[in-house]
């Protein structure tokens, strides 16, 4: 079975910082693009970042480039998003989802019913 398993979400406030991790077990890691996710409370999911596998291909969203920093280990099967500079409207429940790496394409990753697998989420709570 396909299992990801998001953590290091908490609470901080405006400026802070935080390290998201998704362990990712039951699929090969390199046929695979892994994102994070996020929903706020009455928004839709957003989906902010995306790498590859291989890690060539990376996808940031504007609302989050130059602050977050997505990145993965393969050796581990791990896909990390380093968050600063973090803002109130940061604050959402964050989501690692796998999408297979033959639908890259913007349209697709950016998309976040369009992903297979999901991972339980790990809340953020950015304080003022």
């Known amino acids: 079975d396909v299992q990801l398993q998001a953590s290091g979400g908490g609470s901080v406030h405006t400026g802070g910082s935080l390290n998201l991790a998704c362990a990712a077990s039951?699929?090969?890691?390199?046929?695979?693009?892994i994102a994070w996710i996020r929903q706020a409370p009455g928004t839709e999911r957003e989906v902010i970042s995306c790498i590859s596998g291989s890690s060539r291909t990376q996808y940031n969203a504007e609302s989050v480039k130059g602050r977050f920093t997505i990145s993965s280990d393969n050796a581990k099967n791990t896909v990390y998003l380093q968050m600063n500079s973090l803002a109130p409207e940061d604050t959402a429940v964050y989501y690692c989802?796998?999408?297979?790496?033959?639908?890259?394409?913007?349209?697709?990753?950016?998309?976040?019913?369009?992903?297979?697998?999901w991972g339980q989420g790990t809340q953020v709570t950015v304080s003022s």
């Open positions: 989802a796998a999408i297979s790496i033959n639908a890259w394409h913007i349209a697709t990753i950016t998309t976040a019913r369009k992903y297979n697998y």
């Open positions: 039951g699929l090969t890691f390199d046929d695979y693009a």
